[in-house]
């Protein structure tokens, strides 16, 4: 057979069986990541049919997926709301920071790994999954709730930092030594605060430059500039999923509107595409001696997530239920995770991180919006409720007397 | 009179804004950037947690708007129609090519006319209640009148300007 024409048939057969799998996974009320992620772990080496004429083509659709989940991570923030947000929940941003990163670090000591691994893993475990989070919250109609301007301004800032994050990353796996790697860090912090001051300062001049009428046009100037901007911050080590995130920051009002809704299916159709190749580049053979290590870094990393949630609600006054809720809704990681486990892939720093990565967000993705519902069923209101008045009318006899 | 609505952002989907009843209810709307709006009712024994999100389209909300803002007059309308029979009440608009656009509500002589009474006018969502007759109708005013049958039959001729005389 022809090379192009295996190709389609092979590209083809994988999107159509994605499509059946995400339907498959609706139904059921699961989020599609774990189960393009499982496909991949099937497709790949040592998976059940390995693919072969595709591989390079769903290597460049995966590069194309990240941006694309990021820039429209971006699209969804304004600058104004970045900069108000961060001075309003700074101190939950941080809380959030310390209290799950630090394990995902720990625990890599603790397997004996390298500190460039750490950092990586410490990032797995801290980025919660904006995307399935925010969908969690949609179908259990939470979004007027109190608490929910809580969660939204932690994964905010969460967002925020991987700006920063993901180059320091990207500049110590890169390996250029001390001096080089300070290096390189200063440029790439340099030009992510550069970005965004010219994206808060001349935002609206950029968006201005892509009218919104066009709808053609508008596809390919955000699409084209995206990709461009990416491809620069890739060159100067920012990693180009930062630079896709600042152009989505820069774009506002009707043209990010209007950018959101062209680019929402090539976002889902190649993010399919880079969960499929995450899946692809671990091998199924790796998972199981890393499966009980994943398991036990995905109950400590979702515990603290809860304590999270309960403390950054409590600063703001919500009641017992509602600090649940926030902790327990902020539970899975999905995109991030993966995002930071690829750049750690492709610069071979650890060959278990994939596998442990891959079961990891597999874990939380799926537990963690099940979790979240708990909070609605009956008998758990019920306990929160005795839980809250433990025996009352028993105590106060006894102070009345005193 | 002054109802204090509160507005808390949402960032990545939009606005929420809401305001405590008298009688302690917490009522809401989430406003998405998309231009969805969901109604958010909030439960009793946790202010925090919404009991139920009803998603409306924009124009579902314009509608329920509307209703709300007009209630008041409505309700007292269709008690009036209960006690005395045989009187009915209508919303009548203005046409557009109405001779009384920018004309005084005195100039059409409808109660002498027609025994019918123009009791308020709703104008951009907001109800007018008992215009005199140096009220001055504009386009697009909705006009709520009282009277009979016929009565009513013959405010909806005059104010299209049909009428013969």
Same mark, same amino acid.
């Given at each position: 057979m022809h090379g192009t024409t295996l190709l389609l048939i092979e590209v083809g057969a994988l999107l159509f069986a994605l499509g059946m799998l995400g339907r498959l996974g609706r139904?059921?009320?699961?989020?599609?990541?774990?189960?393009?992620?499982l496909a991949g772990l099937a497709f790949g080496?040592?998976?059940?049919?390995?693919?072969?004429?595709?591989?390079?083509?769903?290597?460049?659709?995966?590069?194309?997926?990240?941006?694309?989940l990021l820039v429209m991570l971006g699209l969804e923030y304004s600058a104004g709301e970045l900069i108000s947000n961060l001075r309003a929940a700074a101190p939950a941003g941080l809380m959030d920071a310390l209290f799950n990163a630090l394990p995902g670090a720990a625990f890599a000591f603790l397997l004996g790994w390298d500190w460039r691994a750490a950092l990586v893993l410490a990032g797995i475990t801290w980025v919660s999954s904006s995307g399935v989070i925010a969908k969690v919250l949609g179908d259990l109609g939470r979004l007027g709730n109190r608490e929910t301007p809580v969660i939204l301004s932690v994964l905010v800032i969460e967002d925020l930092a991987m700006a920063f994050y993901l180059p320091l990353v990207t500049a110590v796996l890169a390996?250029?030594?001390?001096?080089?790697?300070?290096?390189?860090l200063a440029v790439a912090v340099i030009t992510v605060l550069a970005v965004l001051v010219v994206a808060i300062r001349y935002g609206r001049q950029i968006s201005a430059l892509i009218s919104a009428r066009d709808a053609e046009a508008l596809l390919l100037g955000v699409f084209g500039l995206t990709l461009f901007v990416a491809g620069v911050a890739e060159e100067l080590n920012v990693s180009a999923a930062v630079g896709a995130f600042l152009v989505g920051i820069a774009i506002s009002g009707p043209v990010a509107h209007h950018a959101t809704e062209m680019l929402s299916p090539l976002r889902d159709l190649?993010?399919?595409?880079?969960?499929?190749?995450?899946g692809l580049s671990t091998n199924p053979a790796d998972m199981p001696p890393v499966l009980l290590p994943a398991l036990g870094l995905a109950v400590i990393t979702m515990l603290t997530k809860v304590l999270t949630g309960y403390l950054a609600a409590k600063r703001v006054g919500i009641a017992l239920p509602g600090r649940l809720r926030a902790g327990l809704a902020l539970m899975p990681r999905g995109?991030?995770?993966?995002?930071?486990?690829?750049?750690?892939?492709?610069?071979?720093?650890?060959?278990r991180l994939a596998p442990l990565a891959t079961a990891y967000v597999l874990i939380t993705v799926v537990s963690g919006p099940l979790l979240a519902r708990l909070p609605d069923y009956e008998w758990f209101?019920?306990?929160i409720r005795r839980w809250r008045q433990p025996s009352t009318p028993a105590v106060r006899p006894l102070t009345a007397e005193d | 009179?002054? @109802? #204090?609505?509160?507005?808390?952002?949402?960032?990545?989907?939009? @606005? #929420?804004?809401?305001?405590?009843?008298?009688s302690g209810r917490t009522v809401g709307v989430v406003s998405h950037r998309n231009g969805r709006r969901d109604l958010v009712l909030y439960d009793v024994d946790d202010p925090d947690a919404c009991l139920a999100s009803i998603p409306l389209t924009d124009d579902e909300a314009e509608a329920l708007a509307d209703v709300l803002g007009a209630s008041l007059m409505l309700g007292q309308l269709a008690g009036l129609r209960q006690q005395a029979s045989g009187l009915l009440t209508e919303q009548i608009a203005l046409p557009a090519g109405s001779p009384f656009v920018r004309r005084k509500l005195g100039d059409t002589r409808a109660r002498t006319r027609t025994g019918a009474s123009i009791v308020a006018v709703m104008r951009d969502r907001e109800v007018i209640a008992s215009p005199g007759p140096d009220f001055?109708?504009?386009?697009?005013?909705?006009v709520v009148a009282v009277g009979t049958r016929s009565g009513l039959d013959g405010v909806t001729a005059i104010l299209a300007g049909d009428d013969d005389d």
């Open positions: 139904s059921i009320g699961l989020s599609p990541i774990p189960l393009y992620l080496h040592g998976g059940l049919v390995p693919l072969s004429a595709s591989e390079e083509f769903i290597e460049i659709g995966a590069s194309m997926g990240v941006i694309l390996g250029a030594g001390l001096i080089g790697g300070a290096k390189a190649f993010a399919a595409v880079f969960f499929v190749f995450f995109e991030f995770s993966i995002v930071i486990a690829g750049l750690a892939v492709a610069s071979g720093v650890e060959p209101k019920t306990f | 009179m002054r @109802v #204090r609505v509160e507005q808390t952002p949402l960032p990545g989907i939009g @606005v #929420r804004h809401d305001l405590v009843t008298s001055v109708f504009e386009a697009n005013d909705v």
